[in-house]
């Protein structure tokens, strides 16, 4: 498999009204891909990640989202995610519907769906509110065999998962190294993959047993340095926490925020002229 | 020999590192708990196993990380496992004996709210959410809470139950049939909270130097009760001062260091 601009990837396979999960948790995060769905205009997406942290803050703020389904919606170590907070609690730039889990249960959700179960089983916990009030739909279920109390929750199957990954080999595997969170479990429940990643190699630098996504599962592959920043690549290039910090500052007035994506994303052609614009490309 | 002195934070940190036992396997909480843990492992707990539910197993992190899935976390990890292992295999598989855990509001069975200010539909403050929080205080064997007491957070009834404590009290988390034993200890800028034995109500069981019983009932948004025997706090010894100061000033220095993206000069020709 060729590896193809991330334009054409994200063109040919990121449609309206889709179900997209780009995973990645704090690590890996595709950023390359969610600002190019938002300088495509993408619509109504239905977006999928465990822990939406700023790109999520940029699609919603950016009106490409119509639901979230998430299990902690934050700025890791630094607050809210104000974008979030202002479609949520002002509807602006428009009403966005949550499907709400905990981590516990969206990450059987997608072990289920990358399963082909229906259903993804843990133990019930102590009793709180969620399982009433979020939209999730989890239920209370007796195990058939011991009679313990399980919570059974939906499996999730998105129509497309968005990974970063730092390797792609001549034949097209990827290699994910590192914190990787549920990639793997949202990339094999996924109806289409589409992965960016740090570099092409000849062989991939992969011990036996690592994570290592094969050609034939994935759809599209796109050579994008630096395509996780300001999150990181393990072996590549550290966190940028300090702009994270920044974040917090930029997302909090909505114009503020406007004419910051207009200046980073918009007015760019690709990542590479967003990171030689935040000067952080060497 | 000059006085110690030192800021309610500081005090705060250093009881909650007192806290942890040596060779405890701990799931820690990113904030207040992730600092709380790491100096308990540079001072009294060298073996103190600290798991980060980004799935970084046994991590002795030279300074603080901003998120929980910072590359220094991964890079000093006995093991690095994918999320739903965390959870599955370490924490409903029972291998967890603390939890760590904060929130935004508490109530007196020390059930805890991190979701919503207001009403769920129509929340006036909405906050991250649950994470693995509720499957935290459900299965770690013991929960530990660390919180700044005040009236809006230390509430008389929650705007929303995001995790179990001990539910309604008087035995009503273990009728459940809930694998842990709940919130053993409350850390506040204070004192400390534990539950009586009976009800399962949080009581005053210490104070910090300086600190009186009126600001703790002030600074409570139920009638608080008080242990008999309440104990005084020593003041934090001038060690553990030291290492919790040198810990912020090396995750200062880490977090402000500028991030440089190497881009291969080929980039361009490889359909980028």
Known sequence: MEPMPLREAIARHV????????????????????????????????????????????MIGMGCVRQLTFSWGGNPGVGSLHRLRDAVEHQWPAPLALIEHTHGEMAVAYQAGASGLPCGLMRRGAQTDLAQASAAGVRHVPCPFSGIALTAVPAINPDVTILHAQQVDAAGNVLIRGIVGAAKEAAMAARCVIVTVEEQVERLEADINSIVLPAWIIAAVSIVPGGAYPSYAHGYYPRDNRFYQEWDVIARDRQGFESWMQRHVLEVPDHAGHLQLLGVSA | MSEITYTADEMMTITAARQLRNRAVCFVGIGLPSAACNLARLTHAPDLVLIYESGTVGTRPDSLPLSIGDGELAETAVAVVPLPEVFSYYLQGGRVDVGFLGAAQIDRFGNLNSTVIGEYERPTVRLPGAGGAPEIATHAREVLIIMKQSPRSFVASLDFRTSGGYLEGHGARRAQGCPGAGPRTVITDIGILRPHPQTEELRLVALYPGKTLQEAKAATGWPLQVDDDIEILAPPEAADLRALRELHARTAVAHASPVRIPIPLNANARGR
């Open chain 1, 15 to 58: 449609h309206d009204g889709q179900s997209v999960a780009l995973e990645g948790f704090t690590h890996l995060i595709p950023f390359a891909a969610g600002h190019e769905i938002i300088r495509q205009r993408r619509r109504d997406l239905q977006l999928l990640r465990m822990t939406p942290d700023v790109i999520f803050d940029q």
